[in-house]
């Protein structure tokens, strides 16, 4: 089991940058897959956000990088397996990237964008750009 726990969230204005982080506590950390998902304001209300969050990013064991469309060449992810943390840089921030943003870890995740895929989960840290 991984316990993750987000941190790194805040307010920025258009075009800010902000580093999420997410540290966990567990064994074999680097044998998971790590992702960063994000839901806005309406989703939050629907359910707990393995069912419906927005893939942002993910790194695997060997660390190979995936991003979704909306944040290449914006968002960078990355992890030290040693401090059991992963980082999401995200760089150029506009107002429709403000949501909860989610930290998530699987053993098995052939498909690194889609939530339902990860089994642990932290409980989020707020992002928030105003225009």
């Known amino acids: 089991q991984l316990y993750p726990v987000e941190s790194g969230g805040g307010s920025v204005e258009f075009g800010g940058s902000l580093t999420l982080s997410c540290e966990a506590t567990?064994?074999?950390?680097?044998?998971?897959?790590l992702g960063w998902f994000r839901q806005d304001e309406g989703k939050q209300h629907e359910g707990f956000p393995a069912?419906?969050?927005?893939?942002?990013?993910?790194?695997?064991?060997?660390?190979?990088?995936t991003y979704a469309d909306p944040v290449k060449g914006r968002f960078t992810i990355s992890r030290d397996n040693a401090k059991k943390t992963v980082y999401l840089q995200m760089n150029a921030l506009k107002p429709e990237d403000t949501a909860m943003y989610y930290c998530?870890?699987?053993?098995?995740?052939?498909?690194?964008?889609?939530?339902?895929?990860?089994?642990?989960w932290g409980r989020g840290t707020q992002v928030t750009v105003s225009s």
């Open positions: 069912a419906n969050s927005e893939g942002v990013a993910a790194i695997d064991s060997a660390g190979t990088a």
């Open positions: 567990g064994d074999r950390y680097s044998e998971y897959t």
């Open positions: 998530a870890a699987d053993l098995w995740a052939p498909l690194p964008l889609r939530s339902q895929q990860y089994t642990y």
